[in-house]
């Protein structure tokens, strides 16, 4: 099991929560220290579930930073996301975990959490339409709806496009330069994604 608490991450950065479960045992405990308060879930399905709760209907996901260490006997996480529950705000959540793991799975999660808190970026950039491509990918219209997106922003603003595609690092700014446009920044997220962001200057 050396590499479930590493496993843990990377599930829960691209929320497959039937794989959390896999390395979660049937009776699992969790303790949750939450900005409402404190909260204790017994059993796989409780525990995954509560984490399922917070994250699966974001429109955005990406994990921006994380850590994996060991206190003794025990597995020290935390990860920061950043994600859009909205539609339109941007916000951030960080959380710290200590593991307990079992002959096969984790047996005990404890968690602090912060709480979502809106992203200081979100304000300071003014302005920033976001285009969550998904799966979307420059063989299959991903120029195309890029195009139209970009036509609905007014002229002084930006677009923030988060794609899939490894093509997409090369060919949508490729393609916002040869409209007109200015690139001003391109992130690569752990989870694999792209921010693409793009100023519309005509």
Do not use: N
């Not at 699992?28 to 909260?39: D, I």
């Not at 984490?51 to 850590?67: D, P, R, T």
């Not at 979307?136 to 609905?152: I, N, P, S, T």
């Amino acid at each position: 099991m050396t590499r479930t608490p590493e496993r843990f991450l990377e599930l829960l950065a691209s929320r497959d929560f039937e794989g959390l479960a896999a390395i979660v045992a049937p009776q699992a405990r969790a303790r949750f220290l939450l900005p409402h308060g404190f909260e204790e879930h017994e059993g796989r399905d409780a525990v995954v579930g509560r984490i399922q709760s917070w994250f699966a209907s974001a429109s955005v996901f990406a994990l921006i930073s994380s850590s994996a260490d060991t206190v003794g006997d025990r597995h020290r996480l935390s990860w920061r996301f950043e994600v859009v529950r909205d539609g339109t705000r941007r916000e951030v959540i960080e959380q710290l975990a200590f593991l307990d793991l079992g002959p096969d799975a984790i047996q005990q999660l404890d968690l602090l959490c912060s709480g979502f808190q809106a992203d200081s970026r979100s304000a300071a950039e003014g302005s920033d339409h976001r285009f969550d491509a998904g799966t979307l990918g420059c063989a299959d219209g991903l120029a195309q709806e890029f195009r139209r997106r970009l036509g609905e922003v007014p002229v002084g603003e930006s677009i923030s496009v988060l794609v899939r595609d490894p093509a997409a690092k090369e060919d949508l700014p490729a393609l916002a330069r040869m409209l007109g446009q200015s690139v001003t920044s391109v992130e690569a997220y752990g989870d694999g994604r792209l921010e693409i962001k793009v100023e519309r200057i005509k």
